[in-house]
């Protein structure tokens, strides 16, 4: 007999993909929007001048990608969460994430489509506003206590990676000009490439082990929002 049947309780759900076919076609939208992240730069540069203008064929599917993925993961979310998504808005903090959420997709939609940078940067910084509002109002409609410092091991190993992270990036311009070419180099690299962990392990903390750490919380929404505002810029805004 299975240990689930002794105790009492459920196997633990094992899929590999998510049960909502609305979080399914999310997901194969955002591949969709990565494989052409990743392939654009090899056909532009490495494929012939007959791929220079891949771009304006590339640039608008990948936007419309991360727009149908972010637009239908939301209404998953909605359609699972409908009874923690009632408590939320009904606090004050949640109608607000709400209307910074409804800024922010206005502003990254309109901003591309008339040239506007400053449009499009304004909506990433709406986007981690309505993030941070969100978390903070979903902590308090479920009465969680948040701290400033992490209280979990994985909150704690993605704020030192942060700290080393930050400390890479102010080093890196301080180092004295003639020194070794290889130490700037990896000094600076490794600046760039402790982000990704750190972002990664920031979101593990808080969605699976109930991270409620304020500090973990902004660092993590605010490179998470940079990160997709950024990669999905190499599209609509090609060769700025």
């Not at 902590?139 to 992490?150: G, H």
């Not at 760039?192 to 973990?216: D, F, Q």
């Not at 929404?221 to 950024?230: F, K, S």
Request: some cysteine; overall charge positive; aromatic content about 10%.
């Amino acid at each position: 007999m299975s240990s689930s049947l002794k105790t009492g309780m459920a196997a633990p759900d094992a899929r590999f993909l998510p049960r909502s076919s609305l979080a399914r076609w999310a997901l194969a939208f955002f591949v969709v929007f990565l494989l052409l992240l990743d392939l654009t730069p090899l056909f532009r540069f490495e494929a012939g001048t007959q791929f220079a203008d891949i771009d304006k064929v590339t640039g608008p599917a990948a936007w419309a990608s991360i727009i149908a993925a972010n637009t239908l993961a939301l209404l998953a979310v909605v359609r699972s969460k409908k009874q923690a998504l009632g408590r939320i808005l009904a606090t004050g903090l949640g109608r607000g994430a709400f209307t910074l959420a409804a800024a922010a997709l206005v502003l990254t939609i309109v901003g591309p489509a008339i040239g506007n940078g400053d449009l499009y940067l304004l909506g990433g910084a709406v986007a981690f506003a309505a993030a941070l509002t969100g978390s903070f109002a979903s902590f308090r409609a479920s009465a969680q206590r948040v701290t400033f410092l992490p209280r979990t091991a994985i909150g704690t190993w993605a704020l030192c990676i942060w700290i080393a992270a930050l400390a890479s990036i102010i080093a890196s311009p301080l180092l004295p000009f003639d020194a070794d070419p290889m130490l700037i180099q990896i000094v600076t690299e490794l600046g760039v490439l402790l982000w990704a962990p750190a972002a990664a392990s920031g979101l593990i903390a808080v969605l699976h082990y109930r991270e409620r750490s304020a500090l973990v919380l902004v660092l993590t929404a605010l490179v998470a929002t940079a990160a997709v505002y950024w990669a999905a810029a190499e599209f609509v805004f090609p060769g700025h």
